[in-house]
């Protein structure tokens, strides 16, 4: 067996799949899905996932992008629903039912019972005519040509296009209620998520004997020196106000190093006028978002005055965990 061309033939089936469900699921029947989710959320009501086996795994992974993005969704175990689990539905909530088949023995089992709770049903299934999309308010049609298995058995495609077509629901759900940056931030108070949307460019700079500064028009040796007293690899220029006129980096410095009349420059002579510039209050994502852009890797932070406060130097952001 080539692995590799065995490899690439699951790539190909998968996407020519995903293709084909888009085709065919983003319809207005997808739209009216993604209102009446958002409606029930606002009036305060939650998504209750089912789903059982491979739908149920990647259920687990629809309600946990939903309820990261602000939109509470439960996950109820289709068995012990039947046993008294069944307590975490409420009148006003919507269920979310996952079956590729639409016949699913316990996932049928279960819509009886849910019927009796004022809850919409909306399914994800491969088969229109099931069970399950007969007993269903809403159907999303997930169906895949093909599996990726060689045998046309094991779920692959089939799961890919159910967790593609949660994400669509979840990315329309949150614009469709404003969901934002700040309000994701909340939801992610650790990790590399959270450094970067709740940590500011005030929290990581460098200041005080760090921060290298001279004043416009003095001998580039001295802003050079200013530069190895703050171990930094750039220096800010200010003019008599203290406000930034330019900046000086290490790699100014390299470019001009051939240059024999260099230490008898003028720091003026060299810097970057109107550099790019970040106010304290700003993100570090934001940052981020700046030196990937630019390609740059020192950015002063100004006040509304544009006086320099502090540097940002792209090689404290690993050790800061801002990735």
């Known amino acids: 067996m080539d692995i590799l061309a065995r490899a690439r033939r699951v790539f190909d089936v998968e996407m020519d799949a995903l293709h084909a469900v888009r085709r065919h699921l983003l319809t207005p029947s997808f739209r009216q899905a993604v209102e009446a989710l958002v409606s029930t959320l606002n009036r305060r009501g939650k998504i209750v996932l089912v789903g059982v086996g491979k739908s149920g795994n990647v259920g687990a992974k629809i309600a946990a992008t939903l309820t990261s993005t602000g939109s509470t969704c439960v996950v109820l175990n289709s068995t012990d629903a039947l046993h008294g689990d069944l307590g975490l539905v409420s009148d006003g909530d919507i269920i979310l039912a996952l079956s590729y088949s639409g016949e699913t023995e316990e996932l049928i089992r279960l819509l009886p019972p849910l019927r009796r709770f004022n809850a919409k049903i909306i399914s994800l299934t491969g088969n229109g005519s099931s069970t399950l999309a007969r007993h269903s308010d809403l159907v999303l049609n997930v169906r895949v040509p093909k599996e990726a298995c060689p045998f046309n058995l094991a779920p692959t495609s089939s799961t890919t296009a159910m967790l593609v077509a949660g994400d669509a629901l979840a990315m329309c759900i949150l614009e469709?209620?404003?969901?934002?940056?700040?309000?994701?931030?909340?939801?992610?108070?650790?990790?590399?998520?959270?450094?970067?949307?709740?940590?500011?460019?005030s929290d990581i700079m460098r200041t005080g004997k760090r921060l290298a500064r001279v004043k416009s028009g003095v001998p580039l040796r001295v802003a050079i020196a200013a530069m190895m007293r703050a171990k930094s690899g750039s220096v800010c220029i200010v003019d008599a106000r203290g406000k930034l006129a330019g900046i000086f980096t290490d790699g100014d410095l390299r470019r001009h190093f051939a240059d024999p009349n260099l230490l008898k420059m003028r720091v003026d002579d060299v810097m970057t006028r109107k550099p790019i510039t970040l106010r304290e209050d700003c993100l570090a994502a934001e940052a981020l978002q700046i030196f990937n852009t630019h390609a740059i890797d020192?950015?002063?932070?100004?006040?509304?005055?544009?006086?320099?406060?502090?540097?940002?130097d792209s090689q404290d952001l690993p050790k800061l965990k801002v990735v």
């Open 176 to 201: 469709a209620r404003g969901f934002t940056r700040k309000d994701f931030a909340r939801f992610h108070p650790s990790g590399a998520i959270g450094q970067s949307l709740l940590v500011k460019a």
């Open 298 to 312: 020192d950015l002063v932070v100004v006040d509304r005055l544009n006086r320099p406060v502090g540097l940002v």
